[in-house]
């Protein structure tokens, strides 16, 4: 009876091992298969605007101190939504991740989102910050932005101004400026920076606040005007363009800023693995001088950061479009 016994426990004992074995092998070929997988860095907007750009000059460093394939995917649509949830709804395996815009605060102000922006994505890393160029077509005939200011109150409904989308910084920005100058601008929204510069080279609209990396090219070729910058300093690569501040409203400024984020049930040493690689790759002397060149400040900060500043933000616009009563429906 008592060798039954010994038996039938040394047989589940034996069993418990070899499922638990099993369970550990399956645990390690998941990870190894997930490491075999490129990481996805999702932007929420087409080739050309400041997002995709700042990503394309970070990802071969942060390739390599990875010692991984890391590749681009441009999901734009819906105001960011379409590529942000489906980074929420990846696997929290840190294979996917999203590069996120200020829009990521900012959409929680304009609409129902399907996802919770504060408790369905952690942060990894605040990026980088950067102000806004305001800039208009070489067709417009202001050379400062107060002369910009004087030809929209001369003529109210004549001019316009070019976003990435309702309730965009460079929808918001430009409006808190409307409120400041007491001027009319007609707001023409499209679905991403490059779309909404190029309406200002065919001369679609008058004006827009773009990123300095988005504007650069045009800006060179001298198709856009540079007028102001909406941060509290000026731009390195443009030493004779003002502030706004400068401008004449001491209290305008202005930053946009990109983010990092995984699912929220991504693992610490995952998220953490992440955070590392993406802060030596921003501070790579070669990486941090190409974002520089373009009016990048690399901030390079740790997740809960991130996860604090995107809160701020949206506190901040949030009582900017209650205070101003701005309709953010078509």
């Given amino acids: 009876m008592l060798s039954t016994a010994k038996s039938s426990l040394a047989a589940a004992t034996f069993f418990k091992a070899v499922a638990g074995g099993l369970l550990a092998l399956s645990a390690i070929s998941f990870a190894q298969a997930a490491e075999q997988q490129p990481i996805r860095l999702v932007v929420p907007f087409p080739p050309g605007g400041s997002t995709d750009i700042a990503s394309r000059i970070i990802q071969p460093k942060l390739a390599a101190l990875l010692n991984r394939d890391v590749v681009i995917e441009n999901k734009p649509g819906a105001a960011t939504q379409i590529a942000s949830q489906y980074v929420q709804r990846s696997k929290p395996d840190g294979n996917t991740l999203l590069v996120s815009f200020d829009s990521h605060s900012l959409n929680p102000i304009v609409r129902p989102l399907p996802y919770d922006t504060f408790k369905d994505f952690r942060g990894i890393t605040f990026a980088l910050r950067f102000p ?73 609209t008058h004006a827009a606040f773009l990123s300095y990396a988005a504007f650069k090219p045009q800006i060179e070729a001298g198709n856009i005007k540079p007028l102001a910058v909406t941060g509290a300093t000026r731009i390195a690569d443009l030493p004779d363009v003002p502030t706004v501040k400068e401008s004449g409203y001491p209290d305008f400024e202005a930053y946009s800023w990109i983010g990092i984020f995984a699912p929220a049930e991504t693992p610490d040493d995952i998220a953490n693995t992440l955070t590392d690689a993406f802060r030596k790759a921003l501070t790579d002397k070669d990486v941090k001088d190409q974002l520089a060149n373009l009016g990048f400040e690399v901030m390079a900060t740790d997740g809960p950061t991130v996860d604090r500043y995107a809160v701020e933000q949206y506190q901040r616009w949030n009582n900017f479009v209650k205070e101003t009563g701005l309709s953010l429906t078509k």
């Avoid at 965009?168 to 779309?195: C, D, T, W, Y």
């Fill in 132 to 204: 806004l160029v305001v800039g208009v077509s070489k067709h417009v005939e202001a050379n400062s932005l107060q002369e910009f200011v004087a030809a929209a109150k001369a003529d109210p409904e004549k001019y316009s101004y070019a976003s990435t989308g309702l309730g965009s910084l460079n929808h918001l920005a430009p409006e808190e400026l409307k409120r400041m100058a007491g001027i009319e601008l007609l707001h023409v929204p499209f679905a991403g920076g490059g779309q909404a510069m190029q309406s200002l080279v065919g001369n679609i």
